[in-house]
């Protein structure tokens, strides 16, 4: 108990002075909440052979709930913009892909990881896209669904192409409650199925 409360609040103090230093790169004053990282990993895919890509892990606090919900450390891939918790993460998790550098270049950097990493499977996000205007938001989701699109399943020896649509809402003044924002998503994500599918949809 002891061990891990040392641990948190080494990784507060270690966040609250990257922040600092780089308030739009780090984005956050603390890491994910233990709650928080359990109610992410919960959205991690039942496939034991695909590769996970999580942007923006900061300390691990998600990345550590991945692993604790089934994912094979050897199947994470992480990119991390801040060197300090790039170095961090290798430390904690050895087997794990880390990749330093700005998420929003990931089509190039998963290319340049291309011999060790197949295809990405899911994505796991705690990017502060909050500290970004809408159109860099809607051209990360748009490397996001691109990523996954290289992904296939094999079933019976056939491989399955995956396609993938995303709805994307902005977190305006007008937006009050996260069921409203959810809403909004959701209908924009509907409207991407409808026209056409496997794009992105900015509400």
Known sequence: ????????LTDSSLFLREWLAHPQRTGAVTP??????????????????GYVLELG?????VTQALIQRGLREDRLVAIENN???ARLLRKRFPDAHIITGDAWHLDVLLREH???????????????????PPAEADTLAEKIRAAIET?????????????????????????????????????????????????VVVA
């Open 114 to 132: 291309a011999e060790s990493i197949e295809s990405v499977g899911a994505v796991i996000s705690s990017l502060p896209l909050l500290n970004f």
């Open 57 to 61: 892990p900061g300390t691990g606090a």
């Open 83 to 85: 060197p300090k918790l």
């Open 32 to 49: 994910s909440s233990p709650k928080l990282a359990a109610a992410m990993a919960r959205w991690l895919p039942s496939d034991p052979e």
């Open 1 to 8: 108990m002891a061990k891990k409360l040392i641990a948190t």
């Open 151 to 199: 992904h296939a399943f094999i079933y019976e020896g056939k491989r399955l192409p995956v396609t993938s649509s995303m709805g994307v809402a902005e977190l305006r003044a007008d937006i009050e409650s996260a069921q409203t924002l959810l809403k909004t998503a959701d209908k924009a994500l509907y409207s991407a199925k409808e026209n056409g599918r496997n794009k």
